[in-house]
């Protein structure tokens, strides 16, 4: 059986630079060399393109320098990754290697957020994951909300502020933020993942702060009420046109909140699965995590975090994670695996759904017929 060519892309550009490595390792080891052969490519903090054998290993220990420069994918006629090499007469132009389908192991901003997306459907390649406006829509924690208030999916209350205002006018900001209640309060990159840059706001002077600390990250911040004592509760997706869902999943922070801490370095909060709530509950929040998947035309996966109230369960949708964390301890494969779908099933089956919604592409026509 011809095994099909995969490139790995991992690294990037964001704060999120050093989980998409954490991620990429999980992958590369589930992926079947029987049935893979695999080409990976590390994005530097730059946004070079770099490979080689074990390019991961290279961009771990921070030693690129042999590693061999890779051009992106641009032409639709060309399926074929390329590299450059210094020779005598100067700079050489190689073939590195067909691919059949790319892999992004990438997390936040060039990475989950459209625009790397955008790169590979003007390259007309398969790719794992949600299209351009599914991930850009999704990484948008501002127009996110949006269009879950037009859908009718419960958010928390939330304000949208601009790096700008908190600049020239923070007294004003912050007024508008305490007209949506009592603190405390969550300030966030609208543009980031994995918990970077967020701060539980307790005070004045910690929102203040907490706004600072978010605009190091975006432009773009948005500032959601504290929920009173909720449980954290999440439930992955899987599919492109008819998602499905795995069992949920209740996170205990080890902190005051699910923070990055939490997720990637100690690994200290506890995770409960299958959580511990009434069926109508998990039934009514997989539902949500369907029609929020359908709402901003997800595909591939995502993982769904919600808030559930302790005295009423009431449920509140907090995120859609369209390149969720694939790490050893991460929630995504977690569920599934309780599902009953091990990680290299999963890694197999987004593959899958990768090459599917690559031949619903190629059924498009693109020119008005004569």
Not at 186 to 199: E, R, Y
Not at 342 to 360: C, F, G, M, N
Request: glycine share 8%; aromatic share 8%; charged share 25%.
């Amino acid at each position: 059986m011809k095994k099909l060519r995969v490139a790995v892309l991992f690294g990037g550009r964001s704060g999120e630079h050093d989980v998409s490595l954490m991620s990429a390792r999980s992958v590369l080891a589930a992926l079947d060399p029987e049935k893979y052969e695999v080409t990976q490519i590390g994005i530097t903090l730059d946004g070079d393109w770099l490979t080689g054998e074990n390019a991961l290993d290279a961009f771990v220990n921070g030693n690129t320098r042999e590693l061999d420069r890779v051009i992106p994918p641009t032409e639709p006629s060309h399926h074929s990754l390329y590299t450059t090499r210094s020779t005598k007469m100067g700079e050489k132009l190689e073939t590195l290697a067909a691919v059949d389908v790319f892999f992004p192991v990438l997390h936040g901003p060039f990475g989950e957020d459209g625009t790397l997306q955008g790169l590979l459907e003007m390259a007309d390649v398969a790719y794992v994951g949600a299209g351009v406006a599914g991930s850009s829509v999704g990484m948008d924690k501002g127009i996110f909300k949006d269009v879950m208030r037009a859908n009718h999916i419960p958010i928390v209350d939330s304000v949208l502020v601009l790096r700008g205002d908190i600049e020239t006018n923070m007294d004003g900001v912050i007024e508008r933020i305490e007209k949506m209640g009592a603190y405390p309060f969550f300030a966030k990159p609208a543009n980031l993942g994995s918990s970077v840059g967020i701060s539980k706001c307790n005070s004045r002077s910690d929102l203040a702060e907490g706004l600072m600390e978010a605009a190091r990250y975006d432009r773009r911040i948005v500032v959601e009420k504290g929920v009173g004592n909720v449980r954290e509760v999440e439930v992955s997706v899987l599919g492109n046109e008819e998602p499905v869902t795995s069992v949920c999943g209740e996170v205990l922070p080890s902190r005051e909140f699910y923070s990055y801490e939490s997720k990637y370095v100690d690994g200290t909060s506890g995770l409960i699965i299958p959580s511990q709530l009434p069926n109508e509950v998990t039934e009514k929040i997989r539902e949500y995590a369907v029609r929020a998947y359908k709402a901003i035309d997800c595909a591939g996966m995502a993982r769904a975090d919600f808030f559930v109230e302790s005295d009423t369960n009431h449920i509140y949708l907090n995120e859609l994670n369209t390149l969720p964390g694939f790490t050893s301890i991460s929630m995504y494969p977690k569920l599934w695996q309780a599902s009953g779908l091990s990680y290299p099933q999963l890694v197999d089956r987004l593959i899958e759904l990768a090459l599917a919604r690559k031949a619903q592409r190629d059924r498009t026509e693109h020119r008005r017929s004569a």
